[in-house]
């Protein structure tokens, strides 16, 4: 990759994770990386160009990583529906695996994804025109492993997930310390399977009577 090209992407990627998208301008990337306007405007065109090269740049591999797990607990279930969990921690785990390798930009990308997905729609309107095939095989994937959920309730979810997965990306260490009040280190591996089984749980919890009437009745 082009040394300034890749000097402005390490720059965006750690000042839009320090002080969020909103709060980073183009003129204060472009000081920290010690290039000029124009670079950045030939290499990328704005700033939400930017952030997608950003975000792009480590979500392809990611991704590719996502459906292999995916194609392999989906392989290991044969014709009957994959397992809940290894569904889940393919589409999860490699976030928290690229955590702990320095060279893919580590904690610093995660901090970035837990803060766009709190600022707003801006970071699902890229993962869903980016990454549509992902989000379908894993829609695929939920479904024929929880085939008694109904559809409503299985965004419902899917929608609390995601939530539970971006404040725990962007909130690491600092949250717990704020919790508990105790000194506590953010370990990848450990918060990788919590979440999986805290997300299990919350997938298989039963519907209530009065939310599967309303669904029926939604339905007709």
């Known amino acids: 990759m082009n040394h300034t090209k890749e000097r402005i992407l390490d720059t965006a990627e750690r000042l839009f994770s ?3 998208y909103a709060a980073t301008s183009l003129r204060s990337i472009i000081a920290s990386a010690g290039v000029n306007l124009a670079a950045v405007h030939y290499h990328f065109h704005s700033k939400e ?9 480590r979500w392809v ?3 590719q990583e996502r459906l292999n797990l995916l194609a392999r607990c989906e392989q290991e279930a ?3 529906p994959p397992a809940l969990e290894s569904v889940i921690e393919a589409f999860v785990g490699p976030t928290f695996r690229m955590a702990r390798d320095p060279q893919s930009g580590g904690m610093v990308f995660m901090q970035l994804l837990g803060r766009l997905h709190a600022e707003g729609d801006l970071l699902p309107r890229i993962l869903t025109s980016q990454f549509g095939e992902v989000l379908e095989r894993f829609g695929a994937a939920l479904r024929h492993a929880l085939p008694d959920l109904p559809p409503e309730e299985l965004i419902w979810r899917l ?6 997965l971006a404040q725990t ?3 690491g260490s600092k949250d717990l310390e704020a919790i508990s009040h ?6 990848s591996e450990a918060a990788l399977e919590r979440l999986v089984v805290f997300l299990s749980a919350g997938f298989r919890a039963s519907v209530k009577t009065t ?3 309303e669904v029926h009745a939604a339905i007709q």
Do not use: C, T, W, Y
């Not at 929608?159 to 539970?164: E, R, T």
């Open 18 to 20: 320090e002080h969020g």
């Open 49 to 57: 160009a930017l952030l997608e090269a950003v975000i792009l740049r």
């Open 61 to 63: 591999p990611a991704n």
């Open 78 to 80: 044969k014709n009957g």
């Open 159 to 164: 929608h609390f997930a995601i939530g539970a």
């Open 169 to 171: 990306l962007r909130g």
């Open 182 to 187: 105790m000194s506590l280190s953010f370990d």
């Open 211 to 213: 939310d599967m009437e």
